[in-house]
Every structure is written in structure tokens, then in C-alpha cells.
């Protein structure tokens, strides 16, 4: 298997009301955290008048996450957020649970059902993706061969970004990285060994 990760595919928010209390799911992906920070911040001001914004969010470069309960009980909230991530694998992702108080208690199962919910139909609705780590590639080739080519890539699970036709062809595509040596043997098999493949860098990709 070649190097994959989980996040999600954008920006996306999602509510359910419990027992009068009304639970808003927020989710974002990121990069950074400090667009996780910024992220927290902007719901926390939008709903000032809330009774908790509770948040986590999980980052794949250092390792990083991070919780808060905002007042709830502890462990009730926060962590029930983050194990929606954990549980589902993904990273580069913030979520912010608000909560509308409705004047009826939940107890401490009941809130961590609800903020675990809340983080999960926010998730859900931003939709998780699998980014996998691919070879960006070119080709360079004859006309003749173009068909030929253009069919084998994405036989082999590799996806043409662009195509310039001049004198020659050339063919640029990105392919898994456990994908690449399948191809060239097939390329060698198609082209009698006159055409390889040029390896630019190293990118993860959504699939």
C-alpha cells in the first residue's frame, strides 16, 4: 500500500436540537494550527451568546491535538470531539460543537452523546477524503502514441493533469507512489522500452 491519510474536503456545518438544547457542528479543513486557532475564534465570536463552544481539532504535522470542554464537565465535550476524529482517522481538521442551552440537563452520558453526534453530522457534512501520496510525472512522446498513452495511465490508477501538444507530446499526470513501477512495466511492455517516465516531486492528492 502506498502513504495515505484521512481529512476532510471543505468547509461545512450541521444542527440538531436535545431535549431544547440546540447543538451547532462546525467543521473546516487546515493546515495549520493557527488556522485552527482562527477558526475557534471566529465561532466563539458569532456565537458569544452561546452557552459553550467546545472544540477539537487533530493536525498531522507534529502529531497535534487539541481539545477544550468550555465549561461543560470535563470529558463530557471536548474529548468526545476529538474521538470523532480518531475514530474516523482524520487529520488536518478542526471541529467547534456550540451549544445553546434549553434548560433541561442532559447528565454526563447524555452530553456525550450529543457532542460526539453534534462533531459527527458536522464531519459528515463536510465529507471525508483520502489523500494519497503520489509521483507528479511527465512523458514526453509522439503523436502516434498519445492514444495509447493517454488509455494506459489511468488504467494503472494514475489521473492526466495536463496535456501539451507541440512538436512532441507531453503528458503530465500524477500516479500513487505504489502504483508508478506497474506502470513503467506496462509502458516498456506498450513501447518497446523507448519511453519512461520523468518523476518531478513527491505530492499527496485526493482520491
Known sequence: MGEFYFTTKEENQAEFVEKHSRFIGYCKPIKT???????????RKKHY???????????????????SDDGEPQGTAGVPVLDVLNKNSVVDTVIVVTRYFGGIML????????????????LDASKILKME????????????????????????EGIVDDTVFLENVVVKFHIPTDKLSFFNKKLADATNGQLETNVIEEKFYSF
Not at 451568546?49 to 481539545?67: M, P, Q, W
Not at 509521483?135 to 495511465?153: H, P, T, V
Request: hydrophobic share 35%; aromatic share 12%; proline share 1%.
Open 133 to 156: 501520496k503520489c509521483f507528479n510525472c511527465e512523458i514526453k512522446l509522439n503523436y502516434d502514441r498519445y492514444g495509447k498513452i493517454a488509455s494506459l495511465i489511468p488504467e494503472c
Open 33 to 43: 494550527e493557527q488556522e485552527a486557532i482562527d477558526f475557534i475564534n471566529e465561532k
Open 49 to 67: 451568546d452561546a452557552t459553550h463552544n467546545v472544540y477539537a481539532y487533530s493536525l498531522r504535522e507534529g502529531f497535534i491535538k487539541r481539545y
Open 107 to 122: 447528565g454526563a452520558g447524555g452530553l456525550v452523546r450529543a457532542y460526539s453526534h453534534g462533531a459527527k453530522i458536522a
